[in-house]
Structure formats: structure tokens, C-alpha cells
């Protein structure tokens, strides 16, 4: 059973950053690739970032490149989305998921298709944008 918990959400001011985190297994570092996506009121799931097991290949989408960076911290077991330069239009739930192999990371862009989502969600962590 691949368990997934976010933490670390809440509110920040426009042009802020802020630091999300996953928690899981080490069975599920070694073997899954791991992905942040976050889905705001009204809108569909959007696809953010992905770090693969193993060898920790990072991949972003066009919308958080240059402003977020995820990583690995296998001594905690968590995989960790640092958000900069925050903007109003990034308010959502963020949700880390996991899927089996890099196969999640390099379909990342499709990641809503059966084929190619994640196996496991997450809860959620709420992050809200707000002077």
C-alpha cells in the first residue's frame, strides 16, 4: 500500500515562497516516481512536477519552470516541492501522488489519461495566495 501525506500548505503573500512536503516509504522512493499536482476551485487537476526513484530526474511543466523545484530527501522520506515567487493565480489544493516506475514523470504533461496518471493520491495540503 503506497501511502502519500502532504504537508506544509497554507497562506502567503503574492511574490512569497513556500515549501511543500510528501511524506512516504522508502519502498515507495526507491520504486516510484513521485509527482506534486494541484487542482484550484473550478478548474481541472494540473500537473506541476515529477522526480523519478532511483536515479532523482526532475521534470516540470511549462507553468513552474524557473519557480518551483522539487526534490528528494531519502534520509526523511519525502519528496519536498519548494514554490517561489508565488502569484494569485496559484491558490489550489496541492496533491502528491505516486506512480510505479518513471512512467509518470515522462508522460507528466498527461498525466490525467488512465494510462498514464498516477496509481496513488494524496489528501491534499491547501495553499492560499493573499496579501
Known amino acids: 500500500q503506497v501511502s502519500l501525506v502532504e504537508s506544509g500548505g497554507g497562506l502567503v503573500q503574492p511574490g512569497g515562497s513556500l515549501t511543500l512536503s510528501c511524506a512516504t516509504s522508502r519502498f515507495v522512493l526507491d520504486h516510484y516516481a513521485i509527482g506534486w499536482f494541484r487542482q484550484a476551485p473550478g478548474k481541472e487537476r494540473e500537473s506541476l512536477s515529477c522526480?523519478?526513484?532511483?536515479?532523482?530526474?526532475?521534470y516540470y511543466t511549462e507553468s513552474t519552470k524557473g519557480r518551483f523545484t522539487i526534490s528528494r530527501d531519502t534520509d526523511k522520506n519525502t519528496v519536498g516541492l519548494k514554490m517561489s515567487s508565488l502569484r494569485p493565480e496559484d491558490p489550489a489544493v496541492y496533491y502528491c501522488?505516486?506512480?510505479?516506475?518513471?512512467?509518470?514523470?515522462?508522460?507528466?504533461?498527461?498525466?490525467?489519461?488512465?494510462?498514464?496518471?498516477?496509481?496513488?493520491w494524496g489528501q491534499g495540503t491547501q495553499v492560499t495566495v493573499s496579501s
Open positions: 522526480i523519478t526513484s532511483g536515479d532523482s530526474r526532475t
Open positions: 501522488a505516486a506512480g510505479p516506475g518513471p512512467r509518470l514523470c515522462f508522460f507528466l504533461e498527461r498525466a490525467s489519461e488512465k494510462d498514464y496518471g498516477p496509481d496513488s
